[in-house]
C-alpha cells in the first residue's frame, strides 16, 4: 500500500473536529454576570458526568467518513514491485564541460572543479555514457561519446577521471556561448540519429565570470531535451584588477603610455599599483620571471566595477621594459600585460652628389640636418661610392638611395635592382648632366629643355617665384600634410626647375605639380620598390624648401616610405593568429652578412609580401620553445600564452606581444538567468537517489492511475455517511419522544 | 414627557421619577420624633432663638442675652422681658447611596440597573425634602467612600447633589460600615439617615455602626433595592456565574442551585432585619420591577402611619 500525495494527510487533523464538537456541547454555553456570588455555590459533580461522550457510534461513524475522505484525497494504491535499483534508471549521456580558460586560474577554482567533476563521475551508473569537453576559447574534445560500432571502453569514468587530472587551465578567454552550442548541438544530433534512450545531459563546471562570451547562443535554437546543470566554482577572494596598455595617440606615441585599469564588480579591494617590469626567459627555458624597474611604479585607486586611465611613466632606460605588472589584488593570473617597446629604427640612407656633406649651397647637408634629430629611427647617411658595389661588406644595406649626380651605367643597374628589391630611389638632378639620367629611370619622360628653368634670380626672386599647386594627398609622402592645418604649402617658393612633359601612355604618377602646371614630383613603381624624382632641388639656390618647416615631416615621409613606419604593433589576445612577414631584404643587392641584424617592428602593417626564398619561421614562445614554421606560412597561430614572441625569419627579428583577453579579467560572477534568457534550459542537479525517487513517483502515479482505489474510498464514506443521517436522525425521534 | 415638561426638576437632573414624585407630592416625610427637625409646623422644635416666629415672652434674669430683650414692652410697661423665637432647624436627611458594581445587575427583561433605580430614589427623595425645605446631604460609597456632601438647604445644593449621583459604578467590595462612620462623625445634629443599598455585604458589621448612630439621635432607614432575579433566582441554563464586584467565576446550575441560594437569601435578610429591629430601624425592600411611584408613596405612607402612631402613643 502506498501513498501518492501523503501531505493530504494532514486532513486527518481534521478528525478532531467531531470529536471537538461532541465534547463542546458539554461546555456552559454562556456567561452569566451576577451581582455577588455570595449566596451561590458550584455544582461540580453534574459537570464531570456530562463530559462524557455519548452517541459514540455515531462520532465513530463521523470519523471514519472522514478519514475515508482524507485517504481518498491521499490517492493510495497497491504498490506491486518490491524497490528500484540504480540499474532501473534510464541512462543519461552526460557531457561534462570544464571551463579551462586563464580566470580558472585563480585561488583553488580549479581544484574545487575537479572536485565537482569527480562528483559527477561518482555519480554516473553503469548504463550511462560520459564525454568530457574542455572550453575556453575554443572547444576541445577530451573524451568524446560511445561512438555507434565502437567497442565500448570499459570502465570509462576512471578513464575520464585520469584525463582530468591531466587538464590544467590555459590561458584563454572563455567562449561559454559556442562550446554550450557545440556540444548542445552534438547531443542532439546524436540522440536524435541513433533514437537512444539515453537522456541528454550538459553540465557545465566554470566560474561563469561576467567577461565570458554567450553571444554565439543568441543565433542558436537551444534543443528542449538537452538540460543544462551548471556548476559555479568561485575563489574565496574575489578582488581582482588588471592593467591593459591603450594604443599611443596618434603622433604622440613617445609620450607616457596610458594604461587602463579596470577593477572587477565584485572586488573588496580599490588600491593597486602599476609599474614597468622586464619579462626574463632564462636561458635554459625554465619559468619566466618579472624583474621590477624601481622606482617606475604609480598607485591607482579603482572602486570595484570601474576603469581609470593613468599615464605611467617610461623613465630612461624605458627601452628594456617589456610589460606592465599590477599589483594589490587577489590573483594574478592577469596581472602582466606585455608591450614591445618601441625600439629606435635604424636606417641606412646613400648619397651620390657631387657636393660635400657641409656645403650649405648642397643638398647632402639639409638631408642630413633633417634626419639628424629624429627621434623614432637612427639613420646612417653615407656617400654611394659608385665604384664599388651598393654595399660594402659589413656596412648596413641601406633603405633609401639619393642621387642628385649623373648615373653610370653599372650604378643604373645596380640602382635598378636594388628598386626591384624593393628599395627606393629618390633623383634629385642638380645639373644638366644629371637631369638626363632621371630619363634612364623615367622612359616616359621627356625633359623639355636641357637647362634648367629660372622663375626669378637676384632681386626678382621676390615676386617670381613658383609655388606647389597640386598635391596628391593621397600619396604616402604627402599624407601626413593631409589635414587643413598642414597643407599649406604657399610659403614655399621656388626658383629653379627642370620641366618636363610624360608621355602619354606614361606609367609615370605626377604627386605633385607646380601652380604652372609642370609636374613638381615623379614616382615610378619598379619591381617591388619605387622610384621618385624631384624636379627642383631643395637646396636655398633652388627653392626655400630645405628651409621650410615641411622639408622635415617630408623626409621623414620618405623614410616610413622606404622602410616601413614605427607605430608599436598592438598585442593580439592569447589564441588569435598573428601573421607573419618575412624579410624584404634579398641576397641580389648584397649578400647577407651575420652581422646586420635588423628589426622590423611593422609585423603587421609590413609593406611587403612574403620573401622569395625564406628557409622559413623560426618563432620563439616566451617560454623558450621555438617553433619551426614553413615559409608559406603566413601567420603564426600557436599564440597559447601572453608573452612576448620573437619571430625570426632568416637573420630578421620581429617580436610581438600576446596578452590574456581584457575580457578574461571581467571576474564578477555572470548571472545565470542571462543564459536562460538566451533560451538555455537550465535543469537541476539531480543524485542518483533523486533521480531513483523520480522513476518511483512515476510509476506510482502511473499505478495509481490505473487502481483509482479513491473511488471506492469516496463511495464507502459515502455510504458511512448515510449511515450517519439516518443514525442520528433514529436517535433524535428517540430523545423527543 | 408629558410630565417631564411639568417638572422643573428633571431639567436639572434626569434622576427624579417625576411619576412617583407626582404621587408622593402630598406626602410628607415627617421624622418620627418631633426633636429634629422644624418646617411649617411640621417638626417641632426643642430650640428656641433669633427668627420670624414668636413664641412666648419670658421674664429677664440675670445673664440672659440683652439682644433678645424686649426693649418696647420694657418701653411701655417698665418690665424686663425676653422676646422668644422658634428655631428655625429643619429636618437633616443624610441619604447613603450604595455605587458599588453589585448595584450594577440587572436581570433580563429589565432595562435599569438596581445602581439606576438607587439613584433615582435619592434623587426623588431629595427633591422631595428640597421641596418641604430641609436640608439633604448624600454620601455615595463602595468599598470607601466616594462623595460627600453635607446636609444643606441652599440654592444650587440639589444640582451638585444631582451630580454626585452621576457617578460611575466602581469598586470591587461593598463597605456598609463606612458610610455609617462617616454620618456619626460628621453630622451634629441629629436627622433622618436613609441607606440605599442592595446590602450584599455581611451584616454582622452593621449592628454596631447602626447601633452608634442611632445612639447619637439619628433616625435610620434602611431601603433595601433588589433586583427580582435576585429574590427568585430565577435563571435556567446552567452558565458561569461571574461576580460583578469580585470578578470572580463559578459554574452554576440553576437548578441545582437555587434552594441554596434562596435558603442562604432568606437567611441574610433574616439576619438583616434581626439587626435593625434590634436598634429600631425600619428596614423597606424595594424590587426594581415595582414602580418606583408606588414603592415611595408605600414607604412614604407606612412611615406616616408610624409616624402617627407613636405620637398617639407619646399623646396617651
Known amino acids: 500500500m502506498g501513498i501518492l500525495v501523503p501531505l493530504y494527510l494532514a486532513g486527518l487533523t481534521a478528525l478532531s473536529l467531531p470529536l471537538i464538537l461532541h465534547l463542546v456541547r458539554r461546555t456552559p454555553r454562556g456567561r452569566q454576570e451576577f451581582s455577588s456570588l455570595m449566596f451561590l455555590s458550584p455544582t461540580p459533580p453534574r459537570l464531570t458526568r456530562r463530559s462524557r461522550l455519548d452517541q459514540i457510534l455515531l462520532l465513530l461513524l463521523r470519523l471514519a467518513a472522514l478519514a475515508l475522505v482524507t485517504l481518498a484525497f491521499c490517492r493510495p494504491f497497491l504498490r506491486e514491485a518490491a524497490s528500484l535499483s540504480f540499474a532501473d534508471l534510464t541512462g543519461k549521456r552526460l557531457a561534462i564541460l570544464i571551463d579551462t580558460s586563464a580566470s580558472m586560474k585563480r585561488g583553488d577554482v580549479w581544484q574545487q572543479a575537479i572536485k565537482a567533476a569527480e562528483k559527477q563521475l561518482d555519480d554516473l551508473n553503469p548504463q550511462d555514457d560520459v564525454a568530457l569537453f574542455a572550453f575556453s576559447d575554443r572547444l576541445r574534445t577530451i573524451i568524446d561519446f560511445q561512438k555507434e560500432g565502437a567497442s565500448p571502453i570499459s570502465d570509462k569514468p576512471q578513464v575520464v577521471r585520469n584525463r582530468l587530472k591531466a587538464l590544467q587551465p590555459d590561458w584563454g578567454s572563455t567562449d561559454l556561448g559556442t562550446a554550450l552550442v557545440a556540444v548542445a548541438g552534438e547531443l542532439d544530433t546524436a540522440s536524435d540519429v541513433r533514437q537512444s534512450p539515453l537522456e541528454p545531459q550538459i553540465v557545465v563546471i566554470s566560474d561563469f565570470q561576467s567577461g565570458s562570451r554567450i553571444e554565439a547562443l543568441q543565433s542558436f535554437e537551444w534543443p528542449e531535451r538537452v538540460p543544462v546543470v551548471t556548476l559555479r566554482v568561485s575563489p574565496t577572494n574575489t578582488t581582482n584588477a588588471h592593467a591593459q596598455v591603450l594604443p599611443a595617440e596618434e603622433g604622440n606615441e613617445l609620450a607616457d603610455v596610458r594604461v587602463r585599469v579596470v577593477n572587477a564588480a565584485d572586488s573588496r579591494g580599490d588600491q593597486f599599483t602599476v609599474e614597468w617590469s622586464e619579462f626574463v626567459v632564462s636561458p635554459s627555458g625554465g619559468k619566466a620571471t618579472n624583474r621590477l624597474k624601481e622606482g617606475l611604479r604609480t598607485d591607482v585607486y579603482v572602486p570595484p566595477g570601474q576603469t581609470r586611465i593613468i599615464r605611467l611613466p617610461r623613465g630612461t632606460d624605458n627601452l628594456q621594459a617589456d610589460c606592465i605588472v599590477l599589483r594589490g589584488d587577489d590573483h594574478d593570473f592577469d596581472n602582466t600585460f606585455f608591450v614591445v617597446p618601441p625600439r629606435k629604427l635604424e636606417a641606412t640612407l646613400l648619397y651620390a652628389g657631387r657636393d660635400a656633406a657641409e656645403d650649405p649651397e648642397g643638398l647632402q647637408l639639409y638631408l642630413r640636418l633633417a634626419v639628424a634629430n629624429d627621434p623614432l629611427r637612427q639613420v646612417e647617411v653615407r656617400p654611394l661610392d659608385a665604384t664599388k658595389s651598393l654595399t660594402a661588406p659589413g656596412d648596413s644595406i641601406p633603405e633609401i638611395i639619393v642621387v642628385s649626380q649623373a648615373v653610370s651605367e653599372e650604378l643604373r643597374t645596380a640602382l635598378t635592382k636594388f628598386v626591384e628589391q624593393g628599395g627606393v630611389l629618390l633623383l634629385v638632378p642638380d645639373g644638366d648632366e644629371a637631369a638626363t639620367s632621371v630619363s634612364l629611370f623615367f622612359d616616359d619622360v621627356e625633359f623639355t629643355r636641357a637647362a634648367a628653368e629660372t622663375v626669378g634670380a637676384g632681386e626678382s626672386r621676390r615676386e617670381k617665384y613658383l609655388l606647389l599647386g597640386e598635391i596628391d594627398f593621397t600619396h604616402p609622402l604627402f599624407a601626413p600634410f593631409a589635414g587643413p592645418r598642414y597643407s599649406d604649402f604657399t610659403k614655399i617658393h621656388f626658383w629653379k626647375y627642370r620641366p618636363v612633359t610624360l608621355k602619354s601612355p606614361a606609367t609615370t604618377r605626377v604627386v605633385a605639380r607646380f601652380d604652372n602646371g609642370d609636374p613638381a614630383l615623379l614616382e615610378r613603381s619598379v619591381g617591388k620598390g619605387r622610384v621618385l624624382a624631384l624636379t627642383s632641388g631643395w637646396q636655398p639656390e633652388d627653392s626655400q624648401l630645405a628651409l621650410s618647416s615641411k622639408f622635415v615631416p617630408l623626409v621623414g615621409a620618405l623614410l616610413d616610405l622606404a622602410c616601413g613606419g614605427t607605430e608599436v604593433a598592438e598585442s593580439v589576445a592569447v589564441g588569435q593568429p598573428v601573421p607573419l612577414f618575412s624579410s624584404r631584404r634579398a641576397e641580389d643587392v648584397s649578400p647577407p652578412s651575420e652581422s646586420s641584424q635588423k628589426s622590423n617592428e611593422n609585423v603587421l602593417g609590413g609593406l611587403t609580401p612574403s620573401a622569395r626564398q625564406s628557409s622559413g619561421h623560426i618563432v620563439q614562445t616566451p617560454d623558450g620553445r621555438e617553433v619551426r614554421l614553413a615559409a608559406d606560412v603566413s601567420s603564426f597561430t600557436e599564440t597559447d600564452r601572453p608573452g612576448i614572441y620573437r619571430a625570426k625569419v632568416d637573420s630578421t627579428e620581429t617580436r610581438f606581444a600576446v596578452n590574456l583577453s581584457a575580457s578574461e579579467s571581467l571576474t564578477a560572477p555572470l548571472d545565470l538567468e542571462q543564459l536562460e534568457q538566451r533560451g538555455v534550459r537550465i535543469g537541476t542537479e539531480q543524485t542518483r537517489t533523486q533521480r531513483i525517487d523520480r522513476v518511483r513517483q512515476q510509476r506510482d502515479t502511473e499505478l495509481e492511475s490505473r487502481q483509482k482505489v479513491w473511488r471506492w474510498l469516496i463511495v464507502v464514506a459515502l455510504g458511512l455517511l448515510v449511515m450517519e443521517t439516518w443514525w442520528a436522525g433514529r436517535a433524535e425521534r428517540k430523545i423527543t419522544a | ?316
Request: glycine share 6%; charged share 30%; with cysteine.
Open chain 2, 1 to 316: 414627557m408629558k410630565l417631564e415638561a411639568l417638572t422643573p426638576a428633571r431639567s436639572r437632573a434626569s434622576y427624579i421619577d417625576p411619576a412617583a414624585l407626582m404621587r408622593i407630592k402630598n406626602l410628607e416625610l415627617r421624622a418620627k420624633l418631633v426633636v429634629d427637625g422644624f418646617l411649617s409646623g411640621l417638626h417641632r422644635s426643642p430650640y428656641h432663638g433669633f427668627s420670624v416666629e414668636f413664641t412666648e415672652y419670658r421674664q429677664y434674669s440675670p445673664g440672659d442675652d440683652l439682644r433678645f430683650l424686649d426693649w418696647r414692652l420694657f418701653a411701655r410697661s417698665d418690665r424686663f422681658y425676653l422676646k422668644r423665637f422658634e428655631d428655625e432647624t429643619n429636618l437633616r436627611c443624610y441619604l447613603l447611596v450604595d455605587l458599588s458594581r453589585s448595584m450594577g445587575f440587572h436581570s433580563t427583561p429589565l432595562e435599569y440597573d438596581k445602581a439606576e433605580y438607587a439613584k433615582t430614589v435619592a434623587a426623588t427623595i431629595a427633591y422631595f425634602l428640597t421641596l418641604q425645605r430641609d436640608a439633604v446631604g448624600l454620601i455615595t460609597f463602595d468599598q470607601a467612600i466616594r462623595e460627600y456632601l453635607p446636609a444643606r438647604y441652599r440654592t444650587g445644593h440639589l444640582h451638585r447633589l444631582m451630580i454626585c449621583l452621576e457617578h460611575e459604578l466602581a469598586g470591587t467590595a461593598t463597605d456598609l460600615g463606612l458610610p455609617l462612620e462617616q454620618v456619626a462623625r460628621t453630622a451634629r445634629k441629629r436627622g433622618v439617615v436613609v441607606l440605599l443599598s442592595d446590602m450584599l455585604a455581611p451584616v454582622e458589621v452593621l449592628e454596631t455602626k447602626l447601633g452608634y448612630l442611632r445612639s447619637q439621635g439619628h433616625e435610620v432607614v434602611v431601603i433595601r433595592i433588589l433586583d427580582p432575579s435576585e429574590v427568585s433566582f430565577q435563571f435556567q441554563d446552567e452558565s458561569m456565574f461571574f461576580d460583578l464586584e469580585s470578578g470572580r467565576e463559578l459554574y452554576v446550575d440553576p437548578h441545582a442551585a437555587r434552594a441554596g441560594y434562596q435558603e442562604r437569601f432568606t437567611d441574610h435578610a433574616k439576619a438583616l432585619a434581626r439587626v435593625c429591629s434590634g436598634l429600631g430601624v425600619d428596614v423597606y425592600d424595594l424590587t426594581t420591577d415595582g414602580p418606583l411611584d408606588l414603592a415611595l408613596f408605600d414607604l412614604l405612607n407606612s412611615r406616616i402611619r408610624r409616624g402617627r402612631q407613636v405620637s398617639r402613643r407619646r399623646r396617651v
